[in-house]
C-alpha cells in the first residue's frame, strides 16, 4: 500500500475506533504499533515498547502534570469553588443576571487552580445550579452559562492541556502561561458581556439576585481572598522566577491543603479521594502520551505530517486562510475527543504545516509567512488552538460539558442547554477572530514579562 494511503487509512481507522467509544489511549496505541509493524516490521514496534514508555515519561517538564492535577483534585474537595461563588454573587448578584456572572467569575477562578474543563463545569455546577434555580433563572440560562464556563478551565493557568502542547512544540512553559493570560481574560469579559445582552433581550431570564447584608457581603469577600493569595503565589512565584512551574505547583498543592484543613474540609476520606483521582487522571494522560507518541512514529515513518505540509504549502493558500481553516478542523473533531488527546494527535501534523507556510524552522524575522518570528508563531498558535479544542466540548451534537451539567439538571431539556450555549459559542468565535486580527494581544505580555 502507498505509504500516504496508509497514514490516511490509519486516521480513519483511529476516529472510528474513538467514534465507537474506545478508549483514546487504546485506540492511539492499536494504530501506532500495528502501524509501526506493517511499515518496518514486529521487531521495531517491541523495541519501541522497550524504552519508549521511560522515555516518554522521564521528562521533567511532565512532572508538573500530576502537581497540578492533586492541586486541583484538593481544590474541589477543600471548598474552594463555594469560596469563589459565593465571593462573586456578594459583588454581582444584585444586577439583573449577575448570579450567572458570578457563576461565570467562579469558573474561571476555580479553572485557574483546577486547570480541567469537565472538572470546572462540574464543580461549579453543584455549586451554582441551587441558586440559579432559587432565583428562578430560565433553565437555558443557568445551564448554558455553567457549561460555557467550564471551557475556561483549559487556558487560564495553570493549565495541564497548555503544558503538554508546550512540551510537543518545545515552547517554555513559563512563556505560554504569560501569553494565556489576556486571552483567558477576555474570554471572562465576552461571557459576562454576552449574559448581560442576553437578559437585555430577555429580561426574565436572569432576575435580579438578593443583595444580603454588609454583614455576609463582607464575609463572602474575605472568603475569596486565600484563594486570590493561593493563585498570586504560584503564578506570581513562575513570573517572578522565584521558582519553575513544578516547584510552583507543590507550592500550589501546600497552599490549597492548608486552605482545606484550616475550614475543616479535609479529613482523610477527602484527601485518599483526591489521590486516587490523581492517580487515574495521571495514569489516563500518561498513556495518552503513549499512543499519541506510537501515532507519530508511525506516521513519520511514512512521511504523512511533512508530506501534508509540503503539500499545503504548495497549494499556493494564503497562510492566513490555512490558519483558519486549521483551526475550523479543530473545532470538528473536539466534538470526538478530549482535548488533551486532540492536541498530542493533530499538533505533529498542524504544527509543520505552519512552520512551512511561515518560512521554515529558522524563520526569525518579519517579512514571509505570518510575518512573525517561529517562536511568536508557536504562542500564538498554541493559545487560538486551545480555544477552539475546547469549543468542542460545548457543540453540538456531543458537547460533553453539555452532558454534565445537564445530568445535573435534569428539570432543564438537554436542546434547552445547547441553545443557552450558543451565544457563548458565538463569544468565542469573537474572541477567536480578535485574536487572530491582532496577534499582539497574545504576544505583548509574553514579551513584556519575558524580557
Known sequence: MDPVTMGIAGLAILVLLIAFRMPIAYAMIL????????????????????????????????????????MGAIASKAGLSQALFRGANAWLGWMRGGTAMAAIAGCAGFGAVCGSSLATASTMGKVALPELRRYNYSGALATGSLAAGGVLGILIPPSVVLIIYAIIV???????????????????VLFLLTIAAYVLIRPEAGPKGGTGDRAEFVAATVGVIPVLVIFGLVLGGIYAGFFNPTPAAAVGVALV??????????????????????????????????????????????????????????SGMEPMLVMILLLVALIFLGCLMDSLSMILLVIPFFWPVLVELNGGLYQMAEGSGFGMSTEDLKIWFGILALIVVELGLITPPVGMNVFVISAMARDTPMLDTFKGVMPFFGAEILRVAILLAFPALTLWLPGVLGG
Do not use: C, H
Open 257 to 314: 491543603w492548608i486552605y482545606g484543613a484550616a475550614r475543616g474540609r479535609l479529613g482523610w476520606t477527602p484527601m485518599k479521594e483526591a489521590l486516587k483521582e490523581t492517580a487515574a487522571t495521571t495514569g489516563m494522560i500518561y498513556l495518552i502520551l503513549l499512543g499519541a507518541e506510537l501515532v507519530k512514529i508511525f506516521m513519520s515513518r511514512i512521511g504523512l505530517p511533512q508530506q501534508t505540509a509540503d503539500w499545503i504549502a504548495g
Open 170 to 188: 518545545e515552547a517554555n512553559i513559563v512563556t505560554m502561561f504569560m501569553a494565556a493570560m489576556i486571552p483567558g481574560a477576555l474570554a471572562v
Open 31 to 70: 494504530v501506532g504499533g500495528i502501524g509501526i509493524m506493517l511499515v518496518n516490521g514486529p521487531v521495531l514496534v517491541l523495541s519501541q515498547l522497550k524504552t519508549l514508555a521511560y522515555g516518554q515519561f522521564s521528562i521533567y517538564d511532565l512532572s508538573v502534570v500530576p502537581m497540578f492535577v492533586l
